[in-house]
């Protein structure tokens, strides 16, 4: 059962999640095919805000740090997102896909960001964006399902089910609003074995029926003694909804949209969708990551207690016509977060990008790049002090193509579970401990 | 008279959700007889009744060419092609009369998982589907060599781009780890060895289908999986799928679709092996897993939960709606499970996956809508006494006690009654 009395509590109808995409990458919003048909999600017409409703029962404390984590599915080219544009081995291994000197936006003489992180370079100026270069672990695997799976549970070596935050969640008693994510399915990070983080809903807010559904949806769901065990986990996915909506409903009332040119409160078009015409800025703008950490900036200015949000953005595994859809994808990546950062100016809100695996340096024959091993990763926010972390690996050195680590991607994570997060990493960690790195 | 809730997880499981009625009639006929009628795929299908999509015809175009308008036309023309191509498919599994069959599409669409977001050609996808519905039910080399050559799938994973010079690893790489063995069955060299055997396959211009282009393959020596010869593409499929190790793969991968989510040394999968090994036939393997003694096990009835496509679909054909609808490619986008845009190449992940927060409010939203719809009098025409009862008969349920007593609670409104038991623990596993 919800923590707090929730039959008291105003229902009040709000559009402003519609079309947050999914964190599988491609669900609702962030999506050409709605795009095309002029359907912005799976969202239902906005009525106002109604009346004032009650505050949230728990705040977050201007102290607490809160943690952002960008999930790229795919794997980033990490060599064409910061690119080591004055080795000679990059453009020989590169000789079609390769950035000239010219044309990268140089951080030093040796290392550029790619041309469409023009507003990562301003943060990178203001010492609020860190690069974390060599990312990665012993033995990488190069499929997107095992890396992926290793990132998000930061157990490298065999096959584990929790996420590592979930195993946080495990110990740390039930709190469906410690960790969230946007959009229908929940990343395998905020799953542990007993407890799971809370996915947002897209769309409206509010049960049907109103809240003469709520007493017996609550009494359907209530999980019970010796219930199966996915029964009983449907059912606190029934409770918890109830918690999370009141939370997040309550806090958008009071909460402009923040991140520039979003809008969520946009009310999606409900003409049949086969004869509209294409093309709905406002609505693509809201659904893609920029409209997710607009939702996530407008949640933390609230105040809602959540310390952990996780966002996506699908479409990097770019094994053919790469240049096109890397620079669109970093050009979205780039306005997305800038404006977050920006509109998170003076909270303790770090964000980081994280991805299955970096690319191959040689490219193949179809303009792309097959799947690597370390990469870079970026980190930004108010607390963070910006700069390099974490050696360059070499493009001559290769292990089998492939670039070495030079940084465990678990010291990242103990430094942010640790700085960010306030808890300790080895709880995270299997009990282990790694150096942090000093970027928080 | 056969155990009524044994028949009903048999139609869940082999097909999209029992009409109340065909659990009846399954029942009459017992256990083994309606194995055996599933397995027949003889005889008409009203099926083929729905209408199939209409495909402009496909016109090669640099892309710099055209204008910004040119561009969201063909956008827009291709996205209508795919609704209709995703609303032919939904019409096909609430009306067919051959539900293994489409369950076998389905099976295999999130085993070969392929997405449109990157093939961008509603008709491969179209004809990808047929290849799944005509070939499913065969034997696995078979469709797996035919798999390899599908131009959808050829897309898909780059292997229509593949050259001598740079061979590209994606189909090699994903056949291994993801259609045919399983991660750890196979190593680093394999894949780099049968990227190369895949190398000159394009997809034919003029024919739309599959061709090899001899100047861009490497006909060089190769070793895979410690066969070496100067394999092509059909020597690589050959090899992989007749393993001890795609063996074990394609038993464990079958039953944890049909069953329960179980790993390849389970025992269920020792029990199994040795009739796929005999003759790779996927017709023989889904029967014996039906018959099965553990697949009507109490393990079995607890261990998977309804995917969206599968609670969709259930509902919309236990309570008598219609599924060609664009309505239901948006419940289903709210769920996170649409066909033919599978979030990569893995399909989409079992059970704790679609029980979040964010799925329960989209359940219920899409329960209010189906039995607003809907014609519940079957429920509604019973005292309200009864009415909990006639709502497990209607959706092929039983209640356990708790939910039992919690819809005793809105007997008195039906609607709320059938929305809330649409969205119950008990109805969600399948």
């Given at each position: 059962m919800p923590s707090h009395s929730l039959s008291r509590r105003q229902f009040i109808a709000g559009a402003a999640a519609a079309g947050v995409a999914g964190a599988a990458g491609v669900a609702i919003g962030h999506d050409p095919i709605e795009r095309a048909l002029g359907i912005a999600g799976g969202g239902t017409?906005?009525?106002?805000?109604?009346?004032?409703?009650?505050?949230?029962?728990?705040?977050?404390?201007?102290?607490?740090?809160?943690?952002?984590?960008?999930?790229?599915?795919?794997?980033?080219?990490?060599?064409?997102?910061?690119?080591?544009?004055?080795?000679?081995?990059?453009?020989?291994?590169?000789?079609?896909?390769?950035?000239?000197?010219?044309?990268?936006?140089?951080?030093?003489?040796?290392?550029?960001?790619?041309?469409?992180?023009k507003g990562l370079k301003t943060l990178w100026d203001a010492k609020q964006l860190a690069i974390v270069r060599g990312v990665g672990h012993a033995?990488?695997?190069?499929?997107?399902?095992?890396?992926?799976?290793?990132?998000?549970?930061?157990?490298?070596?065999?096959?584990?089910?929790?996420?590592?935050?979930?195993?946080?969640?495990?110990?740390?008693?039930?709190d469906p609003l410690?960790?969230?994510?946007?959009?229908?399915?929940?990343?395998?990070?905020?799953?542990?074995?007993?407890?799971?983080?809370?996915?947002?809903?897209?769309?409206?807010?509010t049960l049907p029926h109103g809240q003469?559904?709520?007493?017996?949806?609550?009494?359907?769901e209530t999980p019970y003694p010796n219930e199966a065990a996915l029964a009983a986990m449907v059912g606190q996915s029934g409770t918890d909804l109830l918690t999370v909506l009141h939370a997040v409903k309550d806090v958008l009332t009071t909460q402009a949209p923040v991140v520039e040119g979003t809008n969520l409160e946009v009310a999606p078009d409900t003409t049949p969708p086969t004869t509209v015409a294409p093309g709905k800025k406002a609505a693509?703008?809201?659904?893609?990551?920029?409209g997710q950490l607009d939702l996530v900036a407008?949640?933390?200015?609230?105040?809602?207690?959540?310390?952990?949000?996780?966002?996506?953005?699908?479409?990097?595994?770019?094994?053919?016509?790469?240049?096109?859809?890397?620079?669109?994808?970093?050009?979205?990546?780039?306005?997305?977060?800038?404006?977050?950062?920006?509109?998170?100016?003076?909270?303790?809100?770090?964000?980081m990008t994280f991805t299955e695996f970096g690319r191959r340096v040689a490219e193949n024959a179809s303009g792309g790049t097959d799947h690597g091993s370390s990469n870079v990763l970026f980190v930004a926010g108010t607390p963070v002090k910006g700069g390099y972390y974490g050696e360059q690996p070499s493009l001559t050195a290769l292990d089998d193509g492939n670039l070495q680590f030079t940084t465990d991607f678990r010291q990242v994570y103990a430094t942010v579970a640790g700085h960010v997060l306030g808890i300790d990493p080895k709880v995270v960690l299997e009990g282990q401990s790694f150096p942090t790195l000093p970027f928080v | 008279m056969a155990d009524r809730s044994a028949i009903a997880l048999l139609l869940r499981r082999a097909g999209f959700g029992p009409t109340s009625a065909e659990v009846d009639a399954a029942s009459a006929a017992g256990y083994g007889p309606t194995v055996a009628a599933l397995l027949d795929f003889t005889g008409t299908d009203p099926a083929d009744a729905s209408p199939v999509p209409t495909f402009v015809p496909y016109q090669p175009r640099a892309a710099r060419s055209l204008t910004l308008q040119q561009r969201q036309a063909i956008n827009h023309e291709r996205a209508i092609e795919l609704r209709q191509t995703q609303l032919w498919w939904l019409s096909r599994m609430t009306s067919t009369s051959h539900p293994l069959r489409e369950k076998l599409t389905w099976?295999?669409?999130?085993?070969?998982?392929?997405?449109?977001?990157?093939?961008?050609?509603?008709?491969?996808?179209?004809?990808?589907?047929?290849?799944?519905?005509?070939?499913?039910?065969?034997?696995?080399?078979?469709?797996?060599?035919?798999v390899a050559k599908d131009p959808a799938m050829m897309l898909w994973l780059d292997t229509?781009?593949?050259?001598?010079?740079?061979?590209?690893?994606?189909?090699?790489?994903e056949s291994m780890e993801l259609f045919t063995l399983g991660i750890g069955n196979y190593t680093e060299a394999d894949v780099r060895d049968a990227a190369r055997a895949f190398t000159g396959w394009v997809i034919s211009p003029l024919t739309e289908s599959w061709a090899l282009q001899a100047r861009q393959h490497d006909d060089g020596i190769k070793t895979v999986l410690g066969q070496t010869g100067d394999w092509g593409g059909e020597d690589v499929v050959h090899i992989l799928v007749n393993s001890p190790a795609s063996h074990r793969w394609i038993v464990a991968g079958v039953w944890s679709h049909f069953a329960y989510p179980v790993a390849t040394t389970d025992p269920v999968v020792n029990d199994l092996l040795p009739g796929y090994t005999a003759d790779l036939d996927i017709t023989n393997l889904v029967k014996a897993t039906l018959l099965h003694p553990q697949f009507t096990s109490s393990q079995a009835r607890t261990g998977l939960i309804k995917q969206p496509v599968e609670w969709v679909v259930g509902a919309l054909r236990a309570l008598g709606l219609p599924a060609g609808e664009d309505r239901v490619v948006t419940a289903l986008t709210a769920l996170g499970q649409v066909p033919l845009r599978p979030p990569n190449v893995g399909g989409w992940p079992q059970n704790e996956y679609w029980l979040t927060t964010a799925s329960s409010m989209a359940r219920l939203q899409i329960a209010a809508v189906a039995v607003n719809l809907a014609d519940l009098s079957p429920v509604t025409d019973v005292a309200a006494a009864q009415r909990v009862d006639a709502t497990a008969h209607l959706l092929s349920v039983d209640w356990s006690p708790p939910t039992a007593a919690a819809l005793g609670r809105v007997a008195a409104n039906p609607k709320e009654l059938v929305a809330l038991a649409l969205v119950s623990p008990d109805y969600l596993l399948n």
């Open positions: 017409s906005h009525e106002a805000a109604a009346a004032s409703s009650a505050s949230s029962t728990a705040s977050l404390s201007t102290k607490d740090g809160v943690l952002v984590l960008i999930a790229q599915y795919g794997g980033n080219d990490g060599l064409n997102t910061l690119i080591p544009y004055s080795d000679p081995a990059y453009l020989a291994g590169r000789p079609t896909l390769g950035f000239q000197p010219n044309e990268v936006i140089a951080l030093d003489s040796e290392l550029g960001l790619n041309p469409n992180l033995d990488p695997t190069f499929s997107h399902f095992r890396e992926m799976d290793i990132w998000q549970s930061a157990v490298p070596d065999t096959d584990e089910a929790t996420g590592w935050i979930g195993r946080y969640l495990d110990q740390a008693g039930h410690y960790a969230m994510s946007l959009g229908p399915t929940m990343p395998m990070l905020l799953q542990g074995a007993k407890r799971a983080g809370s996915a947002i809903p897209s769309g409206t807010l003469a559904m709520e007493a017996p949806f609550i009494a359907v693509a703008a809201a659904s893609g990551l920029a407008r949640l933390i200015k609230g105040g809602l207690p959540t310390r952990i949000y996780v966002v996506s953005i699908g479409g990097w595994d770019t094994h053919g016509n790469e240049k096109a859809t890397q620079d669109s994808l970093l050009a979205e990546l780039d306005g997305a977060v800038t404006g977050f950062v920006n509109a998170m100016a003076g909270h303790p809100v770090v964000l | 099976f295999w669409h999130t085993h070969f998982a392929t997405s449109f977001d990157k093939v961008r050609r509603a008709d491969l996808m179209y004809r990808q589907n047929q290849l799944f519905r005509t070939q499913g039910a065969g034997n696995f080399e078979v469709l797996t060599q035919a229509a781009t593949d050259k001598k010079a740079h061979p590209n690893e994606n189909f090699a790489r």
